[in-house]
Nanobody, 113 residues
């Protein structure tokens, strides 16, 4: 089970840190990703981290978002800085490839003044 948290309403330029908590040690054995879905749009990959700790972020968030994890805490994070209105979306975590785990409820991020 994946549970996302940490979203909220923030002004442009603000920051949030999202958390993804798992019920098992999946982060140690799976490449994982943060995804987001804006209203009326498809779900897109925002950032990913491999089991070895290599990270990658989408061009649209490069330099602003950072993905990390604490396997001992069974938690993955997405640090989001300099947020923009176009970052407004429902954010989810899941495996990067292969059969996905059941999607969680996500955490809403709204960037607005």
């Amino acid at each position: 089970q994946l549970v996302e948290s940490g979203g909220g309403l923030v002004q442009p330029g603000g920051s949030l840190r999202l958390s993804c908590t798992a019920s098992s040690t999946i982060f140690s054995f799976n490449a994982m990703g943060w995804y987001r879905q804006a209203p009326g749009k498809q779900r897109d990959l925002v950032a990913s981290i491999t089991s070895g700790g290599n990270t990658n972020v989408a061009d649209s968030v490069k330099g602003r978002f950072t993905i990390s994890r604490d396997s001992a805490k069974k938690t993955m994070y997405l640090q989001m800085n300099d947020l923009k209105p176009e970052d407004t979306a429902l954010y989810y975590c899941n495996k990067l490839s292969g059969m996905k785990y059941p999607w969680g409820q996500g955490t809403q991020v709204t960037v607005s003044s």
